[in-house]
């Protein structure tokens, strides 16, 4: 009974999902436009960037399900004392989280905390939260597990994880550098006033899963860098559901089905006539003209989506991948994480404040990452 409600659940809220709910009725109209290719739907996937996924969203989900989030927050509450200390440490704490934990994640410890520390001071959480959603996009660029476009990037180029984050660095440091700059002017040195007593219940900590989940993180890592993902994804499932089975029952297994539609609608769309002229038209072949496409793409159909499609005009993964993480900034499309960091707040006007400073980041980000690398040697 048991194994029943996690698949209740799952089915519930992918009825709630949008994005969902368009993927697959995507997948039923080819399907009943071309029925001779649904036998060759499970080849369109990449099951690598797929059985990546899935034993960091187990690991971080072990993390988070440890308590050990809750706790470090709690710490962090101590140290701020201004409104622009809390916001700068909240911005580093979201990028960095970002870097490890991938940006949805980082989101999920950091806005709970933020609204935390709204409700027992002055501070206003809605630019906060805001600035917050600017980190992840900016700090996620930076490693192969920061987000999902770098996830399936990192497959596809086949570079290691070093060479990876060492062609993203300058980019995601002037970032960086640029949202630190902009969140220390748009917060005042104002002493945060706590408008009622602190009273925080202690967080018990679930040691033997946090040790678990970090014990597994390092190795998880390594074997996906020599690319035995597969395996790796196995014996972190197995280990699991031996030791905390309740992890996985908690697991978004939505997020990895809507992933695996992605690749299947994407790439059937791809193998149309009408899509590659179009495609064609746009000169990809030209590294200037790819970036310029995967950032334009990103605003209108979400980076990740937009870096699949491109990946299969061109193999040129570091183009790619600057326009499909500057393409994260400007509308809240951009990004899936803009979304969930603007459904966490309960400030209608969050939606505009959004796009007051991501939009203008936007074009600063576009234009960082034209310079680096149209600027600089290539790789």
């Known amino acids: ?22 993927l697959f009725a995507a997948l039923i109209l080819f399907s009943v436009a071309d029925p001779s290719r649904i036998a060759n739907y499970p080849a369109l996937v990449d099951w690598s960037t797929i059985a990546a996924l899935t034993g960091l969203l187990i690991l971080t989900k072990g993390l988070e399900l440890s308590g050990a989030m809750r706790w470090l927050g709690q710490r962090l509450i ?28 980082a989101l999920f410890v950091v806005v709970p905390l933020t609204l935390g520390i709204c409700r027992i001071t002055n501070m206003q959480s809605t630019k906060l939260i805001v600035f917050e959603a600017l980190a992840v996009n900016a700090g996620s660029a930076l490693t192969p597990i920061g987000n999902p476009q770098n996830l399936f990037l990192w497959q596809l180029s086949q570079v290691s994880f070093g060479q990876f984050v060492v062609q993203m660095l300058p980019l995601v440091a002037l970032l960086m550098a640029v949202l630190l700059a902009v969140t220390a002017c748009a917060f005042g040195s104002r002493p945060i006033q706590r408008q009622a007593e602190e009273k925080h219940s202690p967080v018990e900590l679930d040691r ?9 993180y390092l190795p998880f890592l390594v074997a996906t860098d020599l690319r035995y993902q597969g395996w790796a994804v196995l014996a972190v499932l197995l280990i699991f559901l031996a030791a ?15 992933f ?5 609608d994407l790439r059937l769309l791809a193998g149309l006539d ?82 007051v400073y991501s939009i ?6 576009a234009v960082l990452g034209h310079v680096i690398l149209f600027r600089t040697a290539a790789p």
């Open 1 to 22: 009974m048991s194994a029943v409600h996690p698949v209740l659940a799952l089915l519930r809220n992918l009825r709630a999902d949008t994005f969902f709910l368009i």
């Open 78 to 105: 101590g140290v701020m004392a201004t409104e622009r200390a809390a916001a700068l440490w909240l911005v580093l704490a979201a990028a960095l989280l970002s870097t490890v934990l991938t940006n949805d994640v």
């Open 208 to 216: 033997p899963l946090l040790w678990l989940s970090l014990a597994l």
């Open 244 to 258: 905390r089975a309740r992890v996985l029952a908690s697991l978004d297994w939505g997020l990895l089905l809507v």
């Open 260 to 264: 695996v539609l992605m690749f299947i």
């Open 274 to 355: 009408i899509a590659r002229n179009a495609m064609q038209g746009l000169g990809l072949e030209q590294a200037r003209n790819l970036y310029l496409t995967s950032v334009a793409a990103s605003q209108i159909v979400s980076n990740v989506p937009a870096a699949i499609a491109l990946a299969e005009y061109s193999n040129n993964w570091r183009a790619i991948a600057y326009g499909v993480n500057v393409g994260g900034f400007g509308f809240m499309v951009g990004s899936l994480a803009n979304l969930i960091a603007l459904r966490m707040s309960s400030d209608r006007r969050a939606w505009l404040v959004f796009h």
């Open 360 to 365: 203008p980041f936007l074009g600063i980000g």
